[in-house]
């Protein structure tokens, strides 16, 4: 029976073995990832906590190479983590067992939800969605890991070395840190989104070509401003390594967007 002989109610039933799939194989990767959960919190998610972390590393070399840089050695850096919750270690041990199965079973997931709705499509549709859900699933990965060595730590250090007065110790608590971790990862890998996004409003009309050539000029102030309050530091160098992927990703979006009609003529008269 072909999707579109199927009733509402097959549909529903469909969709609910499609969760309940998906939901099995989060169980698995949970309870699998409870084994590498002590390491993974050591040698990852503790990593830019420390002065060996490879961004550090690498910003240490180009400070000693370009002078005009600000120094940015520091071998001493290291976050002081405290817990001040009496659960809350026990409970982020679990919380971190399950974004490893989100993130692990990702492309898992989009493979369900292609699976699911691919037999309402056409052919030529399918190959389109095909590779969007492919493409959309390399950009969050992509995202994540430039939150991960590049935003995060930069975000840290700042915060961890900024002080009123050097009587005050920073301490950071391991809730606090762990928030962060997880909010500025995610929230790299859906900005990395931002062609797919693109895409889908303008495959119903919403955006043209016309809209970000128009508002360029807005566009590279607002995500200069974004990349300084990201990477407040104030130097060239940190605001540049944010800004350039952020600006890239805009002028990704143009390509994924339909251009307007009066564009269309244009170019068919060239």
Sequence with gaps: MSAQEMSFWEHLEE????????????????????????????????????????????LCLLSNKFTFLPDLCNDSFEVKMINIDLTAQFFRYFTTSFYLALLVGCPYFLFELWRFVSPALYEHEKKNVRWVFAFGGVMFFLGCLVGYYLIFPMTLRFLYTFTLSDVIENQVSLTSYMDNFVLLIMA?????????????????????????????????VILTALAAIITPTGDPLTLSMVFFPLYGLYELSILFVKADPKEDEILTTQ
């Design 188 to 220: 790299m890998g859906l900005v990395f989104e931002m062609p797919l996004i693109s895409w889908l409003l303008s495959q119903i009309g919403i955006l043209k070509k016309s809209f970000f050539r128009k508002y360029r000029r807005h566009a590279i």
């Design 15 to 58: 969709l609910r073995w499609v969760l309940l799939r998906v939901v099995i194989v989060i169980a698995v990767f949970a309870i699998g990832g409870f084994v590498f959960v002590p390491w993974i919190f050591d040698n990852v998610i503790l990593a830019p906590a420390r002065s060996d972390f490879p961004l550090y590393q690498g």
